[in-house]
C-alpha cells in the first residue's frame, strides 16, 4: 500500500498569504495524485488532478506540482473561502490511498 | 446536474448491518465507476471501495475485506455499500464519490452512521 504523508499537519495563515502544501508518497506514484479540499461539514471536492490539472470550476490561484514521490499544492493568494483541509490522493496503485490532511486555518 | 443522491443517517447496535445507498443522476450511471469513501469523527479520509455498475467489477480496501459489499442496480441507477459486523469504530460518515479516472470528481453530502450499543 502506497502510503501518502502531508505537511504540516496545520499552516496558520492569512488571507492574501501563499499557501504552499507537501505531499510526500512512499513510492512512486509517478503523476497520479490529486488533491481534494474539504470544508467543515461538507464533502471534499476535486481541486487538481494528475498533479498539475485543475479541476472544473476551481480558480486559477490553485497549482499543483510534483511528479514521482514529491508533490506540493500551492494557493497563490489566500481567499477567505481556501481555509479548509486539504487532502492528496494517489491512483498509481490499489488500493487508493489519502494522506492524513493538511488544515490551512486562519492566523 | 451530476449529482450523487444518498441515504439517511443511520443507528446500528455492535453486531449488525448497515446498508447505505447512492443514486445517481444527470449522466450515464453505466459510464463511470462509484468509489466508497468513509470518514470517522474528527479524522481523514479512508477509500472503502469501488465499483464498475457496467460490469459490477470491483476492489475493496484490505482492511475491510470480507465486511464490505458493493453493488450497483442499473435499473435505478442507485449504487449500495453494505457492511457487516459492525464495531463502534465504523462510526463514521460514508461518502459515495463518482469515479473519473480513479479520482473522485462528484461526491455525495454523505450518510452519517452510528454505531452504539
Known amino acids: 500500500e502506497i502510503v501518502l504523508t502531508q505537511s504540516p499537519a496545520t499552516l496558520s495563515l492569512s488571507p492574501g498569504e501563499r499557501a504552499t502544501l507537501s505531499c510526500r508518497a512512499s513510492?512512486?506514484?509517478?503523476?497520479?495524485l490529486a488533491w481534494y479540499q474539504q470544508k467543515p461539514g461538507q464533502s471534499p471536492r476535486l481541486v487538481i488532478y494528475d498533479a498539475s490539472n485543475r479541476a472544473t470550476g476551481i480558480p486559477a490561484r490553485f497549482s499543483g506540482s510534483g511528479s514521482g514521490t514529491d508533490f506540493t499544492l500551492t494557493i497563490s493568494s489566500l481567499e477567505p473561502e481556501d481555509f479548509a483541509v486539504y487532502y492528496c490522493?494517489?491512483?498509481?496503485?490499489?488500493?487508493?490511498?489519502f494522506g492524513g490532511g493538511t488544515k490551512v486555518e486562519i492566523k | 446536474q451530476v449529482q450523487l443522491v444518498q441515504s439517511g443517517a443511520e443507528v446500528r447496535k455492535p453486531g449488525a448491518s448497515m446498508r447505505v445507498s447512492c443514486k445517481a443522476s444527470g449522466y450515464i450511471f453505466t459510464k463511470y465507476g462509484i468509489n466508497w469513501v468513509r470518514q470517522a469523527p474528527g479524522q481523514g479520509l479512508e477509500w472503502m471501495g469501488w465499483?464498475?455498475?457496467?460490469?459490477?467489477?470491483?476492489n475493496y480496501a484490505q482492511t475491510l475485506q470480507g465486511r464490505v459489499t458493493l453493488t450497483t442496480d442499473t435499473s435505478t441507477n442507485i449504487a449500495y455499500m453494505e457492511l457487516r459486523s459492525l464495531r463502534s469504530d465504523d462510526t463514521a460518515i460514508f461518502y459515495c464519490a463518482r469515479e473519473h479516472n480513479s479520482y473522485m470528481d462528484v461526491w455525495g453530502k454523505g450518510t452519517t452512521v452510528t454505531v452504539s450499543s
Open positions: 513510492q512512486s506514484v509517478s503523476s497520479y
Open positions: 490522493q494517489q491512483r498509481s496503485n490499489w488500493p487508493l490511498t
Open positions: 465499483i464498475n455498475p457496467y460490469n459490477g467489477d470491483t
